[in-house]
């Protein structure tokens, strides 16, 4: 019978549960800076894997290598220190159990009492119950960790905008054919705002756009940078954010009430198929490149 020596102990353990707290916070952090450097390491990655022509045209593979290579190095350092970590708290933990009988029997001996064999091998037998879950529970601050992070990043996904659908398919009668009708959009953002942030407005991309294409035609759209040339593919993809033209237009006020209050419609007669812009260089001469 150890009598109130064992409270000693049991100060020692409540004394690592604070320990424990703020280790689980250093690994949150830890962990999400992780993800982020591995996220930005695989962007990079698979931005000059589907751009490797690109590369090698304009002879930027050892920039672009360098730049990858820093972003592991990077995620390596993140991954070591968090490694250091989860190390010091495991150690921390295997070593509670003997802290605490050493500490128990300490004060047993301060009581005056004899220390008997029975006494110390019972005392051992108990606390040695300990190192089993106390062997765990660094995986479980891990493993807790982990979890929030990943459950974080699915908040993310799952709360992202979604797009507003406004484009009606119709069969073809004649040929394909499409009517887009008080064009006014804004650009979609994917970045969400964070806990206790106000999400930032969306720029104007289009306003007041009328277009109808007929069978047959061929329409070629000329402008300088930044006029909307994109913005009018996007918007024919049905990638943007519809809005009422009071929205992107504040100089519409009340005379333009009615058709602020209407919605942008794209009709399309038939499929439509998209190719992208893709560089590329032709053979021959400078000329012939340019002048094509």
Not at 104 to 112: F, H, I, P
Not at 136 to 141: Q, R
């Amino acid at each position: 019978y150890l009598g109130p020596s064992v409270l000693y102990g049991l100060a020692v353990l409540l004394t690592v549960i604070p320990i424990n707290s703020v280790t689980l916070r250093i690994l949150d952090r830890m962990a999400r800076q992780e993800n982020e450097a591995r996220d930005s390491r695989t962007k990079r990655t698979t931005e000059s894997i589907n751009n490797m022509k690109l590369l090698k045209v304009q002879g930027w593979e050892e920039t672009f290598a360098d730049d990858i290579r820093g972003h592991r190095t990077d995620e390596l350092n993140r991954h070591k220190s968090r490694g250091i970590v989860r190390a010091i708290n495991s150690a921390i933990s295997n070593a509670v159990p003997s802290l605490v009988l050493v500490v128990t029997l300490t004060a047993y001996a301060k009581t005056g009492k004899p220390i008997v064999a029975s006494t110390v091998f019972t005392a051992i037998s108990l606390f040695n119950q300990l190192r089993f879950p106390l062997f765990f529970y660094p995986m479980l601050i891990d493993a807790l960790a982990n979890g929030k992070n990943s459950l974080r990043r699915i908040s993310s996904y799952l709360t992202s905008e979604e797009l507003t659908p406004y484009t009606v398919k119709e069969a073809p009668t004649d040929g394909g054919r499409i009517e887009l009708k008080n064009g006014n959009f804004l650009w979609s953002t994917s970045d969400a705002p964070k806990d206790g942030e106000v999400a930032a407005p969306k720029s104007p991309a289009l306003c007041n756009v009328n277009m109808k294409v007929e069978p047959g035609e061929v329409v070629a759209v000329v402008g300088s940078v930044g006029t909307g040339k994109s913005a009018l593919v996007k918007a024919l993809l049905g990638e943007l954010t519809p809005v009422p033209r009071m929205v992107v237009d504040q100089t519409s006020g009340d005379s333009g009430a009615e058709s602020g209050i209407d919605r942008p419609s794209l009709t399309l007669h038939g499929e439509v198929a998209y190719c992208s812009q893709n560089a590329w260089l032709p053979k021959g001469t400078i000329r012939d490149a340019i002048v094509f």
